[in-house]
């Protein structure tokens, strides 16, 4: 072969030249044949892949997987059971979490989160910057009153990483609370 157009008479060796020579009906009702047979071969290992094998993926968004309870995605925090003690914010490695909070009134009405916890502070602020987080968990575990929870939700993609910023006071985050994934 020179340069980089093969030379046709690269491929006119003697074996080939003579198979053509002596290609008769036969031989090409067996070349027809040899080649039926390869097609259904390949037919065959794949429709037996199709109706044996499990499918590995989905389609979504039509179909929907249900992620194990135990997954880390999306946090909630359910800010009416949170007592504002920072204590997630300080387990944070990458410091996400923002809160802000007062002293309670003294004259105003005593609460209790479900799990009968005093709230002595009024939470003012609690916000995830879950574009910055890196989903470890370690703000769930030294949560006190388990009010702050990784659901199995995991559809919250966004068009900009300041919308991936979540105030946990504010309405229509709070609503998250009965939100899943189907
Ligand atoms: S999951 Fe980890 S990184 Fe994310 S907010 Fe909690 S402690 Fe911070
Ligand atoms: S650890 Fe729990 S109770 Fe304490 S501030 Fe964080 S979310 Fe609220």
Request: hydrophobic content about 30%; aromatic content about 8%; charged content about 25%.
């Amino acid at each position: 072969m020179s340069g980089i157009t093969p030379d046709i008479s690269d491929f006119a060796t003697k074996e080939n030249l003579d198979y053509y020579d002596d290609l008769t009906f036969g031989k090409w009702l067996k070349n027809i044949g040899i080649t039926i047979k390869s097609c259904l071969t390949g037919l065959a290992i794949t429709g037996k892949v199709i109706l044996t094998k499990k499918a590995v993926t989905i389609e979504y968004p039509e179909v929907r997987e249900e992620l194990p309870s135990n997954s880390r995605s999306r946090l909630f925090n359910d800010v009416d059971n949170c007592i504002a003690c920072l204590q997630c914010a300080a387990a944070c490695p990458v410091d996400c979490i923002y809160i802000t909070a007062t002293r309670r009134d003294k004259e105003a009405p005593k609460l209790k989160t479900d799990d009968g916890t005093p709230i002595k502070l009024d939470l003012k602020q609690y916000t995830i910057d879950t574009a910055l987080c890196c989903y470890c968990g370690l703000c769930t575990v030294v949560c006190p009153t388990e009010c702050l929870t990784h659901t199995t939700d995991y559809e919250f993609s966004q068009y900009t990483v300041g919308e991936m910023k979540y105030d946990y006071l504010e309405e229509d985050i709070r609503a998250w609370k009965h939100r899943i994934v189907k």
